[in-house]
C-alpha cells in the first residue's frame, strides 16, 4: 500500500494545459443505451439500462465491452450492488469470457462468499465490508506492464471510493490486453452500473 506524503509541484500554465490534454477519460457508457457492450452467456440472463444505469440480473453471464483491447490504463466505475449479491468487474478479459477468464476486482458486500469488495479475486483477497449492501461506490484499477528489480511484472492498483487499498504486484502477467466487462453472477444478485470510463496509459 503507498501511504501518501505528497510532495508540492509548481507548473507553469503550459504544463497544466499538457497534463490535462494527457489524463482524459473516455467514456464507455453513454447513459441511455448498451451501444458497445455485449452480452456473454445465458439466454435467461439480464443487462438493460433504467433511468441512466445498466442493471444486471438474471442467470450468469457478462456484459462486455467491445472497444480495446486495452493494455496499460486507468479504469473507474460506479457500482451498486444488492444485499446478498455477487458481480464483478473485469479487466484484461477476452471478448468472449467466462468466470475463469481475466482479472475480477469484486464486488460482494454480504454474499455466501466471504471475498469481499477491494478484492483481486484469486490474486489478492479483502474480507471486511468496506461498502454496504445497496450503496454506490467508486472502484479505480490502474494497470501497468513494468519491470521490477530486472523482473518484467503487472502492476494493478486497487481503489475503493478514494482510498487505495493495495498495489498487487503480479510477476507471472497472468492476463494479457484485453477488454472490460462486468459480471452477473446468479440470479439472487442484482447489479447496477452508472459510470464506466478508461484513461488509456503510455507503454
Given at each position: 500500500?503507498?501511504?501518501?506524503?505528497?510532495?508540492a509541484i509548481t507548473t507553469s500554465a503550459d504544463?497544466?494545459?499538457?497534463?490535462?490534454?494527457?489524463?482524459?477519460?473516455?467514456?464507455?457508457?453513454?447513459?441511455?443505451?448498451?451501444?458497445?457492450?455485449?452480452?456473454?452467456?445465458?439466454?435467461?440472463?439480464?443487462?438493460?439500462?433504467?433511468?441512466?444505469?445498466?442493471?444486471?440480473?438474471?442467470?450468469?453471464?457478462?456484459?462486455?465491452?467491445?472497444?480495446?483491447?486495452?493494455?496499460?490504463?486507468?479504469?473507474?466505475c460506479e457500482v451498486k450492488i444488492n444485499d446478498?449479491?455477487?458481480?464483478?468487474?473485469y479487466f484484461r478479459t477476452t471478448r468472449k469470457?467466462?468466470?475463469?477468464?481475466?482479472?475480477?476486482?469484486?464486488?460482494?458486500?454480504?454474499?455466501?462468499?466471504?471475498?469481499?469488495?477491494?478484492?483481486?479475486?484469486?490474486?489478492?483477497?479483502?474480507?471486511?465490508?468496506?461498502?454496504?449492501?445497496?450503496?454506490?461506490?467508486?472502484?479505480?484499477?490502474?494497470?501497468?506492464?513494468?519491470?521490477?528489480?530486472?523482473?518484467?511484472?503487472?502492476?494493478?492498483?486497487?481503489?475503493?471510493?478514494?482510498?487505495?487499498?493495495?498495489?498487487?504486484?503480479?510477476?507471472?502477467?497472468?492476463?494479457?490486453?484485453?477488454?472490460?466487462?462486468?459480471?452477473?453472477?446468479?440470479?439472487?444478485?442484482?447489479?447496477?452500473?452508472?459510470?464506466?470510463?478508461?484513461?488509456?496509459?503510455?507503454?
Amino acid at each position: 500500500m503507498w501511504v501518501g506524503l505528497t510532495p508540492a509541484i509548481t507548473t507553469s500554465a503550459d504544463d497544466s494545459a499538457s497534463s490535462s490534454s494527457e489524463e482524459s477519460w473516455t467514456t464507455l457508457f453513454d447513459g441511455k443505451t448498451l451501444e458497445g457492450w455485449e452480452k456473454v452467456g445465458r439466454d435467461d440472463s439480464h443487462w438493460e439500462v433504467e433511468d441512466g444505469v445498466i442493471k444486471g440480473t438474471g442467470r450468469p453471464s457478462m456484459l462486455v465491452n467491445t472497444s480495446g483491447p486495452y493494455k496499460n490504463f486507468r479504469y473507474r466505475c460506479e457500482v451498486k450492488i444488492n444485499d446478498g449479491g455477487n458481480s464483478g468487474v473485469y479487466f484484461r478479459t477476452t471478448r468472449k469470457p467466462g468466470f475463469m477468464d481475466g482479472y475480477e476486482a469484486q464486488v460482494d458486500s454480504t454474499h455466501t462468499d466471504p471475498i469481499r469488495t477491494g478484492s483481486l479475486y484469486g490474486f489478492c483477497h479483502v474480507y471486511p465490508q468496506l461498502v454496504k449492501p445497496d450503496t454506490w461506490f467508486t472502484y479505480e484499477i490502474e494497470v501497468k506492464e513494468d519491470n521490477w528489480r530486472g523482473r518484467d511484472m503487472l502492476r494493478i492498483k486497487i481503489t475503493v471510493d478514494g482510498n487505495e487499498l493495495y498495489e498487487y504486484m503480479d510477476f507471472e502477467k497472468t492476463y494479457g490486453p484485453g477488454h472490460f466487462a462486468f459480471q452477473q453472477h446468479d440470479p439472487g444478485s442484482v447489479v447496477h452500473i452508472r459510470k464506466a470510463e478508461v484513461m488509456p496509459l503510455a507503454d
